[in-house]
């Protein structure tokens, strides 16, 4: 069994992010870029169903500029096997990323494809959802436990009042949240030889796929900013403020 | 226009944040709700104010809102809609970009503010920045997020119910069990008060030193990632760009660094208090009241004087 994994190249989360002065997008010139975190945790799932025997195969993918390689290289230190970088100047939405993603589930064969369930940069949390749509296999977004056994997939699932259980037939979508696992360190031998594992470049135009996008960035603009308050110095004095300053309680 | 909204429920309720969605779509035209469940949901949606027409699904393949059988429904239905919109949580997350897919249209996740019929604001970069996009697409779908809107009343309305018959989807998926947390406390998402605790808390055990406080403010209690992490409570209770939107009157956080991924679900809150024993956590940044403590030693007191 194969396993796809996409992975994005985002701004690191430990970065604030700044609005550009004309109100055109964020700042990401000169500003440290990551693997997105939930794709860190996608990669690992993957790695781990492999070395448990219930996967044979690990292929990382990611649909971005040149320096995307990058992060594919990360993800093959991880112990991804081989990786794809579908060459792209723009900065694709969802629904052409899923396009994108099914050509190449077409070509690969995959039996599962672990995404994460949100990127931080666009935080649209909808990319998984679409290829399986756009594919008619099942999906078990915001995984925190995702077990592979005869055929199926169990995916434990947090939703908004607490956890669910689902079971989905192979092929599927796994989507990853934060509580699936905990992603290694790659080890410097690893980055090492993830330096001569197989990274093939396709151009995105070569796939053929429609990606114009459906949303204008009208504007972007820094949120509201709130001003620190002030300091008090007791439990007594903080609840005297709330009752008669601040007046909510 | 009409607006179709995906009304979503737990434990045989509909949610507070769908009430919000409603709300959300009177802005854009007449709205019709769809309601996947029992003849009971039907009826509570029926009295909902501002709906003017109930869509009910009531085959039981729809009973648990798997995204599967839920999204060919709604790409059934959404020849006579010019939005679909759900509240922005984990069903509407799960089954409108599935349904935007299958329609051929980008969603637009996460919506705070309604320009005009295709122009929409929304955060990214965790709530650091807004974005302004028009959509192109013919039809617009949409999650938005409860914090933003008010709920529309449940009740007052009167609206007819239709049913709707079942559309065949893919059979690739079922459903084998949920847990609720079954908490007496108010919802955290629509909660007046929100008490949250964070690594701070320490243990399990003694993140209960907050029940005291959320007793007596009859508070929602959250948490940081690193308290749920560290299983000091569940993974329901997290606030933030991964977890829960809050924006209630009063939000108070103890033991929480003040993180950008926490900042992002609660910074719209009205009052902010923090208590935290570092004078430089970034918490105090936001805040609007701060204490510069043990929130052990805080925490009590806090309570002693609200009770008098
Ligand atoms: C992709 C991604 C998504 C994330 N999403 C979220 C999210 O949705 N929500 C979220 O919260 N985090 C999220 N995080 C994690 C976030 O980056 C922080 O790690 C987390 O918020 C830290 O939680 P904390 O403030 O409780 O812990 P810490 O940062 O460890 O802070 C603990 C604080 O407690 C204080 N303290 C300790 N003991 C006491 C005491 N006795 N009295 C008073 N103060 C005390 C300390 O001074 C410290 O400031 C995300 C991270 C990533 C990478
Ligand atoms: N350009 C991309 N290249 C590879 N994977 C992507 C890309 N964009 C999104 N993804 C995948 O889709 C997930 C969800 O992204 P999003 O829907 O944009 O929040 C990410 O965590 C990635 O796994």
Known sequence: MKILVPVKRVVDYNIKPRVKADGSGVETAGVKMSMNPFDEIAVEEAVRLREKGAASEVVVVSIGVQQAQDTLRTAMAMGADRAILVLTDESPEPLAVAKVLKTLVEKEGPSLVVLGKQAIDDDMNATGQMLAGLLGWGQGTFASKVDVVDGRVNVSRE???????????????????????????????????????????IPAADLGVDMAPRLTVVSVAEPAERKAGIKVGSATELVEKLRNEAKVI | ?????????????????????????????????????????????SQIAGVSKVLHAADARYAHELAEPLAALLVSLAGSYDHIVAA???TGKNVLPRAAALLDVQPIPDVVSIVDAQTFVRPIYAGNALATVRSSDAKKVLTVRSASFDAAPAEGGSAPVEAVAAVDSPDVSRFEAVQLSDSARPDLESARVVVSGGRGMGSEEKFHALDPLADVLGAAVGASRAAVDSGFVPNELQVGQTGKIVAPELYMAFGISGAIQHLAGMKDSRVIVAV???????????????????????????????KK
């Not at chain 2, 009430?19 to 469940?37: E, F, K, P, Q």
């Not at chain 2, 403590?293 to 007191?301: A, H, I, S, T």
């Open chain 1, 159 to 201: 939703i908004d009042g607490g956890t669910e259980q689902v079971s989905l037939t192979l092929p599927a979508i796994i989507t990853a949240d934060l509580r699936l696992n905990e992603p290694r360190y790659a080890s410097l031998p690893n980055i090492m030889k993830a330096k001569k594992k197989p990274l093939e470049t």
């Open chain 2, 1 to 45: 226009m009409t607006a179709l909204v995906l009304l979503d429920h737990e434990g045989g309720q509909i949610r507070k944040a769908a009430l919000s969605a409603v709300t959300a779509a009177t802005r854009l035209g007449d709205v019709h709700v769809l309601v996947a469940g029992d003849a009971a949901l039907a009826q509570a949606a």
């Open chain 2, 88 to 90: 922005a949580g984990a």
């Open chain 2, 276 to 306: 935290n024993k570092d004078p430089e956590a970034p918490i105090f940044q936001v805040a609007d009241y701060g204490i510069v403590g043990d929130l052990f030693e805080v925490v009590p007191q806090l309570v002693e004087e609200l």
